[in-house]
């Protein structure tokens, strides 16, 4: 049974740091590309980072590059997202998801495995 735990999330200011992560199990962890993904309150879930099934390779949106960095552990099979310079529409709940798609260029997922997780909660405040 595909099980994606997410942890890491909480309370941090504007300009801070948070370490998200995920825990894997019930699948061959390096044969799938992930996501994390987040939705905040009244809007629509949306990917925030990707990373292809070795970790060479990744992507990001728009409103979080150069802030963020999705990274991966195929022996541990975990994926991480840490968020540097923190925002307020950071705000939200953050999810991992695998994926058998990924089109990096485009940073866009296909090919869903297993359903989404509890996800973590992270607060930016002032």
């Known amino acids: 049974q595909v099980q994606l735990v997410e942890s890491g999330g909480g309370l941090a200011q504007v300009g801070g740091s948070l370490r998200l992560s995920c825990a894997a199990s019930g699948f061959i962890f390096g044969s799938y590309a992930m996501g994390w993904y987040r939705q905040a309150p009244g809007k629509e879930r949306e990917l925030v980072a990707a990373i292809n099934r070795s970790g060479n390779s990744t992507c990001y949106a728009d409103s979080v590059k150069g802030r963020f960095t999705i990274s991966r552990d195929n022996a541990k099979n975990t994926v991480d997202l840490q968020m540097n310079s923190l925002k307020h529409e950071d705000t939200a709940v953050y999810y991992c998801?695998?994926?058998?798609?990924?089109?990096?260029?485009?940073?866009?997922?296909?090919?869903?495995?297993?359903?989404w997780g509890q996800g973590t909660q992270v607060t930016v405040s002032s």
């Open positions: 998801l695998a994926h058998s798609v990924i089109v990096t260029r485009r940073c866009t997922l296909g090919g869903r495995l297993g359903s």
